[in-house]
């Protein structure tokens, strides 16, 4: 059975970092929106161009634009074990033309990671990535890259004015789609509040409950399994 995972979070939740390491351990791709964009970008290619004015201005790429993106994505052959996706949907639409992807496909199971905004806004305060490979840098990596051994930079989407701005978004476009999902047998909230490898050990747990629930007609009713958000704390990585 396929295991198809939909990450959702506002910015800083740690929906990257996660979507990696679950991506990893399960052997499955992760398709970030995110960064196909900004390869697109550091490409020059004209979706590029399109997308980092977007971007920089913290709001979000056109609806038909992403999911003709994704439904591409989609169509390749390694996705047909399952994937993890980081990033999209991101719209009440974008969700509703993933449903359509996915018919057949098997269900999405929808982690809704929950982090307070104070810690989101320190967080994207102090990230560093790489301006080569673009992966977010870890914090024993000073100045450069420990995959490439690139500079490492900030980046253009992380400037204070541009976080709140992005943030604004989140709740006004992307917010909506965690009422979307909330009523599925398959969906779970996670505490992205407390450290990495702890928020990875509860994502494992809840991911792969959720994929052994039966589908919406088998478990009309159920509810999700909703873990609070912790007071407010940061971690080292
Ligand atoms: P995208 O790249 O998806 O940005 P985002 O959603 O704003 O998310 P971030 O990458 O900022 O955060 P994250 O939740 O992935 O956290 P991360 O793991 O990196 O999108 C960028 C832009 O592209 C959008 O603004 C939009 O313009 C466009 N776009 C993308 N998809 C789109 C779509 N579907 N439709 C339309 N437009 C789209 O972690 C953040 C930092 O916190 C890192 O430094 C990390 O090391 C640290 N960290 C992570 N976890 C922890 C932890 N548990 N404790 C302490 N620190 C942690």
């Known amino acids: ?4 995972v ?33 390869e697109a970008v550091q490409a020059g290619t004209e979706l590029g161009r399109i997308a980092q004015v977007t971007m920089d201005a913290g709001e ?4 038909d634009v992403m ?6 994505r989609l169509k390749r052959p390694d996705t047909e074990r399952g994937f993890v996706l980081d990033g999209f949907p991101r719209t009440v639409r974008q969700a ?5 992807i996915m018919a057949g496909r098997g269900a999405l199971v929808v982690v809704d990671i929950v982090v307070p905004e104070d810690v989101l806004l320190r967080r994207l305060a102090a990230r560093r990535i790489c301006g080569s490979c673009g992966v977010n840098a870890l914090v024993e990596w000073t100045t450069t890259c420990g995959v490439c051994g690139g500079s490492l930079v900030t980046r253009t989407d992380d400037g204070d004015g541009i976080v709140r701005g ?18 599925r047998p398959s969906f779970r909230v996670i ?3 407390q450290p990495p490898d702890v928020v990875t050990a509860s994502m494992d747990r809840a991911i792969c409950q959720a ?13 999700p399994d909703p873990v609070k958000p912790g007071p407010a704390k940061e971690v080292p990585l």
């Open 1 to 4: 059975m396929a295991l198809n």
């Open 211 to 223: 994929s052994a629930v039966p589908g919406p007609a088998k478990a009309a009713g159920a509810s």
């Open 166 to 183: 992005r943030l604004k978004v989140y709740h006004r476009q992307t917010r909506p789609i965690v009422e979307f999902y909330s009523a």
């Open 191 to 193: 505490d992205g509040n």
């Open 96 to 100: 509703t033309a993933l449903d359509e």
């Open 60 to 63: 979000l790429v056109g609806d």
């Open 6 to 38: 939909v990450m959702l979070g506002p910015p800083g939740a740690g929906k990257g970092t996660q979507a990696e390491r679950f991506a990893r351990t399960h052997g499955l791709p992760k398709i970030s929106t995110g960064d196909i964009l900004r």
């Open 67 to 72: 999911i003709g993106i994704v439904g591409e």
